[in-house]
């Protein structure tokens, strides 16, 4: 059996070696590291794939949240609601504006922040909402897009973990995450679904007059050269990421596919045991691209559960282990504990078992194996 790992992003790229080398040496080649032909051809390309407007390549998903709230304006006390239970990025930005991150709870089954949660923390200095796809899976956008029109209030998506994913609304439409609300960000850090050879990220908007901020605000606030219409920041996605980003995007649905086979697989496998609940999903597969498989272990014996699989070589995740509202960082006097039954029960039950393309049946009998063992002994 091949050694199991969180993520084999070796494997995947020895499939695609012979093109993503071209393409690097080409750019080397031209020189034209910044801002060059291959960001903008991947700029178009994304485009297409998200079928949204206007993409704006970035440095990292952090900076692609935190420049889509400087695109939207927002000001210092403008309070903006996102989850509790998600990477600390999507709050940290928001505190770094001087805006007030308002954290509420998520739904126990797809960890995703709750449309109640929302509506009871709206006040008159609400002015956004951030959701986050969590672990891969589309959030309620029908219900955050409605509570938003309501309110007046923007919707900026975090699309990290979930680029690929379609969210179906009620009214029949599909459509990719990100590309939904009113701006969308994403990540392209390595282990994520789409991934780059370094850091990366982009921002996605179909409003045409907060693209055009949003392009002036990755580059220094200027509209037209050496001109600093509004403080900006140095922002680029730089030539040889985007080469790497394009020989990998039209394998974006073939990779995701694979994650989704193997979430199976797992489910399959874990379903029966009695204390653990497998990732929760809509009927339609698509709206789950797993960029982590993550169970609920019941009873307290997650950490004995992450002991066992640590003696049999299998690697895991904790994903998240601490409340954002319990964070040094992130305290806040208008929160009760009793407002986040959910995120506080989940950091306690939470697992993620090794996810990404190269996962094969050996390897996911062996781990599923182990986890039986453990619940048999
Ligand atoms: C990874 C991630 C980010 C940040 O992306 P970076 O490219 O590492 O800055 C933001 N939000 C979520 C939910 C993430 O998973």
Redesign the pocket.
């Known amino acids: 059996m091949k050694k199991i790992q969180m993520v084999d992003l070796k494997g995947q790229y020895e499939k695609i070696k012979e093109q993503v080398n071209t393409s690097v040496l080409e750019v080397i080649d031209t020189t034209s590291f910044i801002n060059g032909p291959e960001v903008h051809a991947f700029q178009k390309e994304l485009e297409d794939y998200l079928q949204v407007k206007h993409v704006i390549p970035c440095a ?6 935190q420049i889509a709230m400087m695109g939207l304006g927002l000001i210092p006390g403008d309070e903006v609601i996102t989850a509790d239970f ?2 600390a ?2 709050v940290e930005v928001i505190a770094l504006l001087q805006l007030t991150p308002v954290l509420v709870d998520v739904e126990p089954d797809t960890f995703n922040i709750d449309p109640n949660a929302i509506r009871r923390a709206i006040t008159p200095k609400t002015k956004a909402i951030v959701p ?1 796809h ?1 672990f891969g899976q589309t959030a309620n956008m029908d219900a955050i897009m409605e509570i938003a029109e309501e309110h007046d209030l923007f919707v900026i998506e ?1 699309n ?2 979930a680029i690929g994913a379609n969210f179906h609304s009620k009214g029949g439409a599909i459509r990719k995450t990100g590309a939904i609300g009113h701006v969308g ?1 994403t ?3 390595p282990s ?1 679904n789409l991934g780059c050879y370094g ?3 982009a921002i996605f908007t179909n409003d045409e007059a907060l693209a055009h901020s949003i392009r002036g605000i990755v580059n220094h606030g200027m509209y037209e050269r050496y001109h600093h219409d509004v403080v900006g920041v140095n922002s680029r996605l730089d030539s040889i990421q985007a080469a790497v980003l394009r020989a990998k995007l039209p394998n974006l649905d073939t990779y995701n596919k694979a994650r989704q086979k193997a979430a199976r697989k797992y489910s399959e496998a874990l379903n029966d045991i009695n204390g653990i609940t497998v990732p929760y999903t809509e009927n339609s597969d698509d709206t789950h691209v797993y ?1 982590q498989y993550t169970i609920k272990i019941a009873d307290g014996k997650r950490d004995a559960l992450a002991q066992y699989l640590s003696k049999k070589d299998i690697p895991f995740g904790i994903y998240y282990p601490i409340p954002l509202h319990s964070q040094k960082a992130y305290k806040d006097e208008r929160y009760n504990e009793a407002d986040f039954p959910v995120t506080n029960q989940l950091v306690k039950e939470v697992i993620s078992l090794p996810m990404h393309t190269e996962l094969d049946e050996e390897q996911i009998s062996y781990i599923t194996g182990a986890i039986k063992d453990f619940f048999n002994q």
């Not at 990292?60 to 949240?65: E, F, Q, R, S, Y």
């Open positions: 990292n998903g952090t900076d692609a949240l998600t990477f990025a999507t986050v969590l975090d990290a973990q960000s990540s392209f850090f994520k850091d990366g990220g960029h």
